[in-house]
C-alpha cells in the first residue's frame, strides 16, 4: 500500500497522537499571548471599563431585590412646595414636621437636609429633633490641591441634638453614574463615616429597635473591617445593589405628614429619611436603574445605601488580579478546544464560554454578592477566535492552493476535448475557484470514465454497500435481469437480486493454482450446499472466503455462470462495499464437452484401427504360411504400435491437464506395488531386477497415505518404471524406495509429505538435457539407443498428474550413473484417525 507523505492536516483532530507542525504550534502560541494581553488590558488595565459598567447596570436591571419594610421615606415632593410655599422653609416647619413623627415614634430620623447656618429657630429646631433619635448631614467638600477637605457641620444646637452625624457624598463614575459609595471620606485629619453607617451602627447595637426583624447577616462591624482594609485608604467603599424596584419604599409626602394626615402606625418603630424629591430642587443622580426609573432622588439612593448595610447586601467588587486570572480559564479552554475541534465546534464553543462566563459572573452577583466582571473574559476569546480562524483560512486556503496547483500540474491520464488557452487571472480568490473547477472536471471525467468502464464490459457487474444493498449495476447486468424478467437491481439486497441462481458446485481451486485440496473443497461445497442462498449475502461473512473464490450457478434459463464477490476499499483500505461478477461460462462448457469427444474421438476411433491391426497381424503371423511375408507384418505391427502408444500417450496426458481428479485415500505402497506389477513382464524380459523398499515395519503397516487419483497416479508411476527399464542395460536393478517427510520448515503447521524414490542403474541424462525432460515430445537417447521407442510425452503426464496433486518432480541423473526420480506428495492426515478409509479396510 503506498505511503502518504506526512503534511499538516486540515483537521486539527488528525494531529491527535502523532507531533502537530512546529508552524502550527508557534501560531497556537502567539494566539495564546495576544488573548492574555487583551485580558491583562481588560482587567488589569481597565481597558473595558465601560462596557464592565454597562453589563453590571444590565445585570442590576434583570433583577428586583427584596427591600426591607423598616424604611420610609417622607418627601420634599413638588406638592410639599406647592402647599407650604418656597423652599427654603423656615425651620420651625421642619421643627414640626418632627414633632410630628416623634408622636408616632419611629425608631429614628434621618434628616437629608442641610442646616450649616444659623437661624433664630435653631433652638426649637434643636429641641425637635432631641424628641427621636435623628441623624443629620455634613457638608464634605472636595479635596484641594493639598489634599485636605473641609467639613461644614450642623449648627452648633442642631449638631448637639442629633444622634449622629455623616457626610452623603456620592462620586459618579466617569460615565455620570452612582454606583458605589464610600463607608468613610476624609483627609489625612479627619474621617466622616457616610451617614447611613451610624445608623446601621446603632440597630446592630441594639440603640435603635426595628418594629421588623432584619435578616441574618454578617456582622456590620466585622464587614465593615474587612472593607476597610480591602479598600484604598480604608475608605470601605461598595457596590450599590440598586434594582428596578429602587423607589419603592414605604413613602409619605412632607405636607401630609405635618398635617397629621398620615396614620401612626405607617411610622412607628421605622427609621424615618427625610429628603428632597421636588423636580426643581436637582436632587436626582443617575443611576444602574435610570434607564427605566429615570435619575434618582438623593433620599432614595440614602435610603438603598441604609437596606443595604442594615440587610448585608453590599456588592463586594473582586480584585483586579482575581479578575485577571478567572478571565484566563475560559481562553485556556478555548485554545484546548482549537487542537481538538472542527471550526463550527469551536465557534459553539467560543458562543459557550462567552455564555459561560456572562452566567458566572450572574451567579456571583445574585448569589454571592460578588461582582466579577464577565468582559475580560469574553474580550478575550472573542478577539482570539475571529484571528485563529482567519489564521486556519490562510493556512487551508495554502494547502489547497498547493495542493490544487500540483493536480493541476499532473498529467491527466484519461483522453481529454482540446484545451482552451488557461487563463487564472484576478485575485487569488478567482484563480484558487479555477483551479477547484479543474479539479471538479477531472473528478467529474473520472466518474464518467468509471461509468463507461462499466458499462462497457460485457459481464453483469453489481456494487453493492456493507449491507449488501445493490447501488450499481451496469447496462449488462441490467440486461441481464431484464431477460430474466426480474426488477431493476438497484435498490435491492444482492442476495434478492441472485436469489433466482441454483448452486452448482464451487470452484475447483486446485485446477486453478496447481494444487489441490480436495478435503477443503468437499467442505465448501457441503457448506453451500447446507445454506444456499445464504452465501450470496456479502454482509455474512463466514461465507467471504467462499465467495471470494468463486462459485458455479445455473440460472433460470439454465445457463452457467461463475459468480465471485470482491472487496470495495477505501484508499486506507477499508470495506465500503462489494462487487460482485457474473460471468457466463455456457460457452466454455460447451467447448469442454467438444473436448471430451475430442478425446474420445482419439481414444476409440483412432485406437480401435491400431488395435484391430495389430490383431490382423496376430493372426496372419499365426498361420503356417503366412500371405503377407513376415518381415512386412513386424513392420506393420511396429508402426501400429507406435501409433496406438501415441495416442494413448495424447489421451492420457490430456486426460491428466483437464479432467476432474476423484480424489481418494490411497496407500502409496499400494500403488507403487501395482506399477510393479504391471511393468514386471518388460523388467523380466530384459533380466531387470525390481525392487521396493517402504522402510521398517511400522512405516509398512502405516501405507505412506496420500490423497489421489488412483489410476492417474498409478499410470504415472508405471511411465517412470518404463522409462527406467528402457533406459536400463540387462541385469541391472531398479529400487523404489517411500519416506515420510517432515512439513516445511519455512511454513509453520504445513502438512507432512511422502516421497516415492525409483532409483536405476541405466544411460543416465546429461545435466544440459535434464531441463528439457517434462517437455512434450522429448525423447533421450536417440541416436545410440534407436532401438527405445516411445513418444515422449511419458514424463511430461508424470510432472502433470504429480503437480495437479499438490507434490513436486525431482530428477538427480548423469551419464553411465543411472537415473533417479523423486515424487514428493502430500501426505493423507486423516489416516491415522479413520483407519477405515484405507482399502480392503
Not at 401630609?256 to 424615618?272: C, H
Not at 497415505?705 to 522409462?723: E, F, G, K, P, Q
Request: glycine share 8%; with cysteine; charged share 20%.
Amino acid at each position: 500500500m503506498p505511503t502518504t507523505p506526512t503534511r499538516l492536516s486540515l483537521d486539527p483532530r488528525a494531529r491527535l497522537g502523532r507531533r502537530a507542525g512546529r508552524r502550527f504550534l508557534f501560531e497556537w502560541v502567539g494566539i495564546g499571548c495576544l488573548g492574555l494581553v487583551v485580558i491583562l488590558l481588560a482587567s488589569l488595565g481597565r481597558l473595558t471599563a465601560s462596557v464592565d459598567n454597562l453589563v453590571y447596570d444590565g445585570f442590576l436591571s434583570l433583577r428586583a431585590p427584596p427591600l426591607l419594610p423598616n424604611i420610609v421615606v417622607v418627601e420634599i415632593d413638588n406638592a410639599s412646595i406647592a402647599q407650604l410655599g418656597r423652599w427654603p422653609w423656615p425651620r420651625g416647619t421642619h421643627a414640626k414636621l418632627l414633632e410630628q413623627i416623634a408622636k408616632a415614634e419611629p425608631a429614628a430620623v434621618i434628616y437629608d437636609v442641610l442646616f450649616t447656618e444659623a437661624n433664630p429657630e435653631d433652638a426649637e429646631l434643636a429641641r425637635a429633633i432631641a424628641l427621636t433619635p435623628t441623624y443629620l448631614p455634613v457638608l464634605l467638600t472636595p479635596p484641594d490641591s493639598a489634599g485636605r477637605r473641609v467639613v461644614v457641620e450642623p449648627v452648633a444646637p442642631l449638631a448637639h441634638a442629633a444622634a449622629g452625624l455623616g457626610h452623603i457624598n456620592l462620586e459618579v463614575d466617569s460615565d455620570g453614574i452612582v454606583r458605589s459609595v464610600a463607608q468613610f471620606e476624609g483627609d489625612a485629619t479627619s474621617r466622616w463615616p457616610q451617614l447611613m453607617v451610624p445608623v446601621a451602627q446603632a440597630v446592630e447595637h441594639g440603640s435603635i429597635q426595628l418594629n421588623e426583624r432584619l435578616p441574618r447577616r454578617r456582622s456590620f462591624s466585622e464587614a465593615a473591617a474587612i472593607r476597610s482594609s480591602n479598600t484604598a485608604e480604608g475608605e470601605g467603599r461598595f457596590l450599590i445593589p440598586f434594582g428596578p424596584n429602587a423607589q419603592n419604599y414605604a413613602k409619605v409626602s412632607f405636607a401630609s405628614v405635618l398635617a397629621g394626615e398620615v396614620n401612626a402606625d405607617q411610622l412607628r418603630g421605622r427609621i424615618v429619611l427625610i429628603g428632597v424629591t421636588a423636580s426643581g430642587l436637582y436632587d436626582r443622580f443617575a443611576t444602574p436603574v435610570s434607564g427605566e426609573l429615570g435619575p434618582l432622588p438623593g433620599v432614595y439612593i440614602h435610603a438603598n445605601v441604609l437596606d443595604t448595610l442594615l440587610s448585608g447586601r453590599e456588592i463586594e467588587p473582586v480584585g483586579r488580579w482575581a479578575l485577571f486570572l478567572a478571565s484566563l480559564a475560559p481562553l485556556a479552554a478555548l485554545l484546548a478546544g482549537f487542537l481538538v475541534l472542527s471550526p463550527r465546534r469551536s465557534l459553539l464553543l467560543t458562543g459557550a464560554l462567552c455564555a459561560l462566563a456572562a452566567a458566572g459572573s450572574a451567579v456571583l452577583l445574585y448569589g454571592l454578592r460578588l461582582w466579577m466582571s464577565p468582559v475580560p473574559a469574553i474580550a478575550g476569546v472573542v478577539v482570539v477566535y475571529p484571528i485563529w480562524n482567519w489564521r486556519r483560512l490562510e493556512m487551508t486556503m495554502a494547502y489547497l492552493r498547493e495542493e490544487l496547483q500540483r493536480l493541476a500540474d499532473e498529467p491527466h491520464l484519461l483522453p481529454e476535448t482540446p484545451k482552451r488557452r488557461r487563463e487564472f487571472g484576478g485575485d487569488v480568490l478567482e484563480q484558487h475557484m479555477a483551479l477547484m473547477a479543474q479539479a471538479a472536471q477531472r473528478v467529474q471525467d473520472m466518474k464518467r470514465f468509471v461509468w463507461d468502464s462499466l458499462d462497457s464490459m460485457p459481464e453483469p457487474i453489481l456494487v453493492s454497500d456493507l449491507h449488501g444493498v445493490v447501488l450499481i449495476a451496469n447496462h449488462a447486468a441490467r440486461a441481464h435481469f431484464a431477460r430474466l424478467g426480474a426488477p431493476p437491481p438497484e435498490g435491492r439486497p444482492m442476495q434478492a437480486v441472485l436469489g433466482g441462481l441454483s448452486f452448482v458446485k464451487t470452484i475447483d481451486r486446485g485446477a486453478a493454482s496447481g494444487a489441490s485440496d480436495d478435503a477443503s473443497d468437499a467442505d465448501n461445497n457441503l457448506l453451500a450446499h447446507a445454506h444456499w442462498p445464504a452465501p450470496l449475502d456479502p454482509a455474512r461473512h463466514e461465507f467471504a472466503a467462499l465467495m471470494a473464490q468463486g462459485v458455479e450457478v445455473r440460472d433460470a434459463h439454465e445457463r452457467d455462470h461463475l459468480l465471485r464477490y470482491a472487496n470495495c476499499t477505501n484508499a486506507h483500505g477499508e470495506t465500503t462495499g462489494w462487487i460482485a461478477g457474473l460471468v457466463d461460462v455456457s460457452a466454455l462448457h460447451a467447448a469442454e464437452r467438444q473436448r471430451e469427444d475430442a478425446l474420445r474421438l482419439l481414444s476409440h476411433d483412432m485406437r480401435s484401427p491400431q488395435a484391430s491391426i495389430l490383431a490382423l497381424v496376430e493372426i496372419e503371423r499365426a498361420r503356417s504360411e503366412p500371405v503377407l511375408a513376415r518381415g512386412l507384418l513386424e513392420r506393420i505391427e511396429r508402426y501400429a504400435q507406435r501409433a496406438l502408444t501415441l495416442a494413448d500417450d495424447f489421451v492420457q496426458l490430456a486426460r491428466a491437464e483437464s479432467q476432474t481428479y476423484l480424489l481418494e485415500p490411497v496407500s502409496l505402497t499400494e500403488l507403487m506395488i501395482d506399477a510393479s506389477d504391471e511393468v514386471w513382464p518388460q523388467a523380466h524380459a530384459k533380466r531387470i531386477t525390481l525392487q521396493t523398499d517402504a522402510g521398517g515395519a511400522a512405516e509398512l503397516d502405516e501405507g505412506h497415505w496420500i490423497c489421489a487419483d488412483r489410476s492417474l497416479m498409478t499410470r504415472a508411476l508405471v511411465n517412470i518404471l518404463n522409462n527406467a527399464i528402457k533406459y536400463s542395460p540387462p541385469d541391472t536393478r531398479i529400487s523404489c524406495s517411500l519416506d515420510n517427510l517432515p512439513g516445511v520448515t519455512a511454513t509453520p503447521g504445513a502438512a507432512r509429505r511422502v516421497s516415492c524414490t525409483i532409483r536405476d542403474e541405466g544411460y543416465g541424462i546429461p545435466k544440459e538435457q535434464q531441463a528439457d525432460l517434462f517437455e512434450r515430445f522429448r525423447r533421450f537417447h536417440e541416436t545410440d539407443r534407436p532401438e527405445v521407442g516411445g513418444a515422449g510425452l511419458g514424463m511430461a503426464f508424470v510432472k502433470t498428474v504429480v503437480t495437479r496433486h499438490g507434490g513436486e518432480v525431482a530428477v538427480l541423473s548423469a551419464p553411465g550413473e543411472g537415473t533417479a526420480v523423486t515424487l514428493c506428495l502430500p501426505a493423507f492426515e486423516d489416516t491415522q484417525a479413520d483407519v477405515s478409509a484405507r482399502p480392503g479396510a
